[in-house]
């Protein structure tokens, strides 16, 4: 009896995997289902029109009102149906659906849009509400526009601020985004614009009114015409206070518009955040005891985003160091950063690394009296950016330029990337010798970092230039008399703790004034300064190379004697590596 159980439960299994297998095969039939339009238009004399109907099953469509038809209103797999639009007994506007069901899938609607006797340009949805902020990708609106008079775009800023700044160009349309007008005999035409819009950084709403201004026919002047606008409608921003809760406020809108990875739990005290510092009454640089609990510094991490930084981050009062890294498709970017970061009194180290930057605002100089530590690798900058000098920036020690490079060339003569525009950070110095001059002669710079870029040509020697006085060396003792010995050797870079000039494209000969600096074998230079592009060639299609590479230091510990028992190893002539060097 058991026995018979199981087979009879077996069978059962059986059959219920056939059905299951029938049940798919049966959905799989089902399949793909399309409409060859989904927005008609039409004059007040009505018409017919044609549309295409692909489908694997079988369909039936439903007019929504009286005066539209649709023939033949079902059928099996591709048809073409004829739409009948009749007279309009009304000067006005009037809309109804044509509904497409097929079998086991969800309804496609056309739309139909039928315009009164007259010119008229008519909006299917006049008001359009916005949130204050979205992620890149859903932040534009779509209008659908019927007309059958040619027309153009203008906007109507309508909110201003208590100072009497009027809130504009938050609205815009993309070239492409244009509608591309063919009325032949007032034929009317459904236009589906694309709008797109900013995020709104004012506590206030915000609106707009997109006005469509009819076009000259034929030299004319356009008839009187119906017109809908569209009136737009922003919500406002929260409100961020100059206090903790506002900081928290500020860093969740920066981290949600960045879209970074970095996961914070919004429920949780912002102390326990892992991108997070708090200033501590214990702190010896506090700005002041109004500081205490508010942030220090934030990192953002790897992020997606096409814009700069959120106008949020102004609102970090007393932010010290403020980091993020990694942007999605950078080389593909263009970004000009704003100037909202400039507000920040206290910042002293500032990292925007691979971000897609290609400019800095002008007055970037705000951060002059704070900035010791700026960050810009791999971004996409051309040249280094005009702000960026000795003067405007005295406190400033640590500058990492390197990696600036929106695409990988090996040979400059022969890329179909133009050098000065496309490729990155580019400065021939046999064509512009003095261009890298703004980073060479920044006597203040302690670390200076240009690995990975487009430099190419000969360093500049500076010969005629001052060079290393008494007082220059009191710190080294009897170490550096060579120096002394041989005032033509330039001083450039006398601060210099870290500098990287590999992976570039530099040829010629190794200047003097770098070939005995006093921090040399301190910068590793057989890996950071010597060694270039590999396989690379410059705009003049030589092989990249220094042509007095020293093969030893020899030279070097025999104009500095004393330097030779810190450095040689083993008792050969090797530099230690920065990791050894700490030990």
């Known amino acids: ?19 299951a297998c029938d049940d798919e095969e049966d959905n799989a039939a089902v399949s793909g289902f399309s409409l060859s339009k989904t927005e008609v238009a039409a004059n007040a004399e009505g018409g017919k029109e044609t549309v295409t109907v692909s489908s694997e099953g079988e369909w039936v469509a439903k007019s929504s009102e009286p005066w ?69 990708e859903k932040r534009y609106f779509e209008a659908i526009i019927t007309a059958n008079v040619s027309f153009k775009i203008a906007y109507e800023w309508l909110t201003t601020t208590e100072e009497g700044v009027t809130l504009e160009n938050w609205i815009s349309l993309e070239k492409k985004n244009e509608p591309v007008f063919n009325l032949e005999s007032a034929r009317p035409q459904t236009y589906k614009v694309r709008f797109d819009w900013k995020m709104n950084p004012e506590w206030i709403e915000r609106r707009a009114k997109i006005n469509f201004e009819p076009m000259e026919q034929n030299g004319k002047s356009a008839e009187e015409v119906a017109i809908t606008p569209i009136l737009v409608t922003q919500a406002a921003s929260p409100v961020i206070t100059d206090d903790r809760a506002g900081d928290s406020l500020a860093i969740l809108t920066i981290h949600e518009r960045l879209a970074s990875d970095i996961a914070i739990n919004s429920s949780e005290n912002m102390m326990y955040w892992d991108n997070v510092s708090l200033w501590k009454r214990t702190d010896k640089e506090l700005p002041g005891p109004e500081a205490v609990g508010r942030v220090r510094s934030v990192n953002f991490g790897t992020i997606t985003t096409k814009e700069s930084l959120p106008q949020e981050v102004r609102y970090l009062k007393y932010l010290e160091t403020f980091q993020v890294y990694g942007n999605a498709n950078t080389m593909l970017l263009s970004i000009d950063l704003e100037n909202h ?107 200076l970092v240009l690995s990975y870029n487009y430099l190419e040509g000969t360093l500049p020697t500076y010969e005629g230039r001052t060079g290393w006085q008494a007082d220059d060396l ?18 450039i870079l006398p601060n210099m703790k870290r500098l990287t000039l590999n992976l570039n494209f530099f040829t010629g000969k190794i200047p003097e004034w770098l070939r005995f600096h006093p921090h040399l074998l301190d910068w ?24 007095d590479e020293p093969s030893s230091f020899t030279y070097y510990f025999d104009a500095y004697p004393l330097y030779k028992q810190k450095y040689e190893v083993e008792g050969e002539d090797e530099t230690l590596k920065p990791e050894e060097q700490k030990k």
Not at 1 to 19: N, Y
Not at 397 to 418: E, G, P
Not at 525 to 530: A, C, G, K, Q, T
């Open 524 to 547: 590793f230079p057989e890996v950071l300064i010597f060694n270039q592009q590999e396989m690379g060639q410059d705009s003049k299609g030589t092989p990249v190379k220094f042509s």
């Open 341 to 447: 970061i400039c507000e920040l009194e206290y910042l002293k180290n500032l990292q925007i690394g691979g971000y897609g930057l290609v400019s800095l605002p002008e007055d970037f100089d705000r951060l002059g009296n704070s900035l010791e530590s700026l960050d810009l690798s791999a971004n996409n900058f051309t040249g280094v950016p005009a702000v960026l000098t000795q003067n405007n920036f005295p406190k400033l020690k640590s500058l990492i330029f390197n990696a600036n490079r929106r695409w990988t060339v090996s040979n400059l003569k022969d890329s179909q990337y133009n050098k000065d525009t496309e490729l990155g950070f580019h400065i021939n110095m046999d064509e512009n010798p003095t261009e890298i001059d703004q980073l060479f002669l920044w006597d203040n710079l302690e670390e």
């Open 474 to 491: 009191k710190q080294y003792g009897d170490t550096l008399n060579y120096l002394l010995e041989h005032p033509e050797i330039p001083k």
């Open 68 to 136: 539209l038809s649709i023939s033949p209103a079902n059928g099996f797999g591709n048809t073409e149906c004829v739409i009948t639009i009749d007279e309009a007994l009304k000067n006005e506007v009037r809309e109804a659906e044509i509904r497409f069901i097929p079998k086991g899938q969800a309804p496609k609607v056309i739309t139909v849009t039928q315009l009164g006797y007259g010119k008229m340009i008519h909006v299917k949805e006049a008001e359009v509400n916005l949130k204050a902020s979205d992620v890149y």
């Open 1 to 19: 009896m058991k026995h018979l159980l199981k087979i009879a439960l077996g069978l059962v299994l059986c059959l219920g995997l056939f059905t």
